[in-house]
């Protein structure tokens, strides 16, 4: 260590006129960045020594430091303003989402920025100059960690919301039960008496729906004379006319129920049944997921899984706040509801 006074020190690491950082200032005591921080934040007592600590303060003072108070109010929660990214704002459960994010943020003085991610499930951009100096951290639903690179190295915390809880990078993650909601509707289709099963998948490829398949498939396992097959479709009514026309006028046995990945599709299934001149339920179940207002729009009305949306958004902010306070968050699966209908009925007859 340089036993020179500070203003020698900076003389010999030159900043060439520009304003101070806490690395100039660590530089000129010889110490870490960290320890820099300790000091001037008032945190040093029991971890530097009195010694350091003066050198602290006399390098930050020689240098003429003063702190960026921006980037120290985002380490302190105090810009009080969170980020929500979803895949899109069309879709009504993410409205929900960010109704619940935002009442629990309004109870804590917070804000709550709403941003739809510009390519769907990523990546998503940052929409601002510096996310850093606008934001306190970071909710992101139904998306892939790695779609959020810009935010990564930022220093926000993120928490993601039913995503894959094995993604690196996220402070908390909050889910709901989606597996238990797959293993509801087939036990539902299997009571009934439901063995040839048409899943209408999401073409989307997201954890979400990666689980649903796989919880299908599973609970499937165990009933020797189920036959299950898979038709992909767009997330639009349209497209998933159109999947399931294709997939119930082909060579193979007709279909006795449809299990939908969303109600969006469902309500596709339930038009493409109609238009082939087959009648739901007594020809085809149908079933959906989420239930999103348009499940009792449609007749006959869906038989879906119940998705809590504003709890998500709820337990995202809470979540968030947590990690902020230096608590833990809130742990474990957010359960889902099946709400049978009317358009499940028992399997027809041979």
Known sequence: MSHGSPGDGLRAAGTGGAR????????????????????????????????????????????????????RNLRLGRTRT?????????NEFFARVYTGAATVAAEHGFGVVLYPSPEGVGPAKDPFASARAALDGVIASSMAA????????????????????????????????????????????????????????????????????????????????????????????????????????????????IICDDDILAAGACKAVRRLGLRVPEDISVTGFDDLALATAVEPELTTVRLPAEQVGERGMAALLAVLGGRAPEEGGIPVELVARGSSAPAPSA
């Open 20 to 71: 101070p950082t806490s690395r100039d200032v660590a530089r000129v005591a010889g110490v870490s960045q960290a320890t820099v921080s300790l000091v001037l934040g008032d945190k040093w007592r029991g971890r530097v020594s009195q010694r350091t600590a003066g050198l602290v303060r006399d390098a930050a003072r020689d240098l003429g430091y003063r702190p960026n108070l921006a980037a």
């Open 82 to 90: 969170a980020l929500l990214i979803v895949p899109a704002l069309t």
């Open 146 to 257: 790695q779609a959020l690179t810009a935010f990564h190295g930022t220093d926000l915390p993120l928490v993601m919301l039913d995503s894959d809880p094995a993604d690196p990078g996220a402070a908390a993650h909050v889910n709901l039960d989606i597996a238990d909601g797959m293993r509801q509707v087939t036990d539902h289709l299997l009571a009934l008496g439901h063995r040839r099963l048409l899943h209408l998948a999401s073409a989307v490829t997201s954890w979400t729906f990666d689980v649903r398949a796989r919880a299908l498939a599973t609970a499937l396992q165990a009933v020797p004379d189920a036959a299950l097959r898979t038709s992909h479709a767009p997330l639009d009514v349209d497209g998933a006319r159109e999947a399931t026309e294709a997939a119930l006028t082909g060579p193979v046995p007709r279909p006795t129920a």
